[in-house]
């Protein structure tokens, strides 16, 4: 054998399982096996698997780089809940925490947001049948009365959470139809006076943030952002639609009002950032784990975010599996500031794993066992299968 060459660990198999259900927002989680005996955990965004088999079977599942620049970048979200699963097997084969892998962690635990939605959490399905009651009833439903929100504040703050976000393009009747992009003076009146009431009911030193998923056409979503301005929010996300790429638009917004804007959870990869960043479109950025990439393109959206004086606060709706590895990646980042948690009405989130529940406090402790530091909890998550249906296959 030539002194370059060593004997490579190989990756032997992969299994998922199948989705875990509606009321788990169809998480579905990724095991990759290897002739070491080693096994990496990680997400899978469903689908089948035939041809990640066919990338990755056989390959040294060591060199993270390597595989990411052959295959899994192409996979864009898919392929970095993918990669989470390689620095599992890594830090596995190191007996080394995945923060290690990335260069140490500058904090031992991590600040995490609650994504609360309004006065109830946000279930695809719940969303979409009280837009249609909302339509046809003509009245606002109960849990987006600004009561409701300021009720749910305080439930979650309570929790020790140090920083909030609610939704307000929620359904209203105030539309003109299903297409309306502006905003009434009724919805804008809603809108300012539940942010107004929610910072009074926590107080000045809790972090409020509001999210408006690009809902707006600039001159209204403008006028909202210049009309909350007196209650120093956190920031305010998404005020106009971020399909269309139009980074000057969301530029003018920026640069027009106090109230910080945030952007990027569609976006994947460090490129797409570059132009929000180069022409100052926003305050922070809210890359999403995995969708906007695993650890090697979430660090260098955030490096290039130093470079522009931007913190970012990660976007995150998955698994507790991709939970603690985005928890890794954040302990890295000198200017991260909170983790998402979209998860609260979620029982499986906080039993799936076999550290139970692991935010407390509005916190979450960076594990140092090797790899991910964490296990799954098999029997917790069969439970949410229907029985006779495998784990694995
Ligand atoms: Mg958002």
Same mark, same amino acid.
């Given at each position: 054998m030539f002194a370059n060459e060593r004997e490579t660990m190989k990756i032997t198999d992969i299994k998922v399982t199948p989705s875990l259900g509606a009321e788990n927002r169809h998480w579905s989680l990724l095991k990759i096996f290897t002739d070491e005996g080693i096994v990496g955990l990680g997400e899978w965004a469903g689908g089948p698997i035939g041809q990640l088999k066919r990338m990755l079977i056989g390959r040294d599942p060591t060199n993270i780089n390597q595989l990411h620049y052959d295959h899994l970048w192409q996979m864009q979200g898919r392929g970095a809940g993918v990669e989470i699963a390689l620095w599992d097997i890594r830090g596995k084969q190191l007996n080394a925490p995945m923060h290690e892998l990335l260069g140490g962690k500058l904090r031992d635990r991590i600040r995490v947001y609650c994504d609360c939605h309004s006065g109830a959490h946000w279930t695809r399905e719940d969303y979409a049948r009280r837009w249609q009651e909302t339509r046809a009833s003509g009245q606002l439903d109960p849990v987006y009365e600004t009561s409701a929100y300021v009720s749910m504040a305080k439930e979650v703050v309570a929790e020790g959470y140090t920083a909030i976000k609610f939704d &307000? @393009?929620? #359904?209203? #009747?105030?539309?003109? @139809?299903?297409?309306d992009r502006s905003i009434s003076r009724r919805q804008h009146h809603h809108i300012v006076t539940t942010i107004e009431s929610l910072r009074q009911a926590i107080g000045p030193y809790i972090d409020l943030s509001i999210d408006l998923h690009g809902s707006f056409n600039l001159a209204d979503a403008l006028r909202i952002c210049k009309d909350v301005e007196h209650l120093d929010l956190l920031w305010l996300e998404d005020p106009i639609r971020w399909e269309w790429g139009n980074v000057a638009a969301l530029a003018k917004i920026c640069q027009q009002t106090e109230t910080p804007i945030c952007t990027g959870e569609i976006f994947y990869g460090a490129k797409m950032f570059r132009e929000l960043m180069e022409q100052q479109a926003c305050d922070l950025l809210e890359p999403d784990i995995p969708h906007s990439g695993g650890a090697i393109e979430i660090r260098r959206i955030a490096e290039l975010a130093e470079m522009y004086h931007m913190s970012v606060a990660p976007h995150y709706m998955r698994s507790a599996i991709t939970g603690m590895a985005a928890v890794h990646i954040c302990s890295t980042l000198p200017n991260f500031l909170a983790l998402e948690h979209h998860s609260r009405n979620i029982p499986l989130w906080g039993t799936m794993l076999d550290i139970k529940n692991p935010i407390q406090q509005g916190y979450i402790d960076v594990p140092d $066992? #090797? $790899? &991910?530091g964490v296990d799954l909890d098999e029997e917790a998550i069969a439970a949410a299968l229907p029985a006779g249906v495998p784990l694995w296959s």
């Open positions: &307000l @393009d929620v #359904p209203n #009747p105030w539309k003109l @139809d299903a297409y $066992g #090797p $790899g &991910l």
